[in-house]
């Protein structure tokens, strides 16, 4: 079993930037950020392999994020720049746990990931 614990989230201007955290009590697994507005359906925001050395994005946060791990400290963080209020979202860690394999068809579906944080919201005013 892999917990997670978010934090980071916060108010920021549009054009600001933040760093999302994501503390896991450890364990193998491929790392996930999502993010879920009310009403709409949680969304793929970024993953990354166990190694670090494979990562993956959604086409609306490309080139303005960035997912990045540390084993030895077991976080999975996610550097967010030139926010927009689109942006604005509850957003959740996840871990991957059944299999490691990177497979991008996988990666991107909220349902391969086995466990979950309680989220932190991030809010873009304009």
């Known amino acids: 079993q892999v917990q997670l614990v978010e934090s980071g989230g916060g108010l920021v201007q549009a054009g600001g930037s933040l760093r999302l955290s994501c503390a896991t009590s450890?364990?193998?697994?491929?790392g996930g950020w999502f993010r879920q507005t009310p009403g709409k359906e949680r969304e793929f925001v970024a993953a990354i392999n166990w190694y670090g050395d494979a990562t993956h994005y959604a086409d609306a946060v490309k080139g303005r994020c960035t997912i990045s791990r540390d084993n030895a400290r077991n976080t999975v963080n996610l550097q967010m720049s030139s926010l927009k209020p689109e942006d604005t979202a509850v957003y959740y860690c996840a871990a991957r746990t059944h299999d490691i394999t990177w497979y991008v068809g996988s990666i991107r579906k909220d349902s391969e990931y086995d466990y979950w944080g309680q989220g932190t919201q991030v809010t873009v005013s304009s």
């Open positions: 450890g364990g193998t697994f491929t």
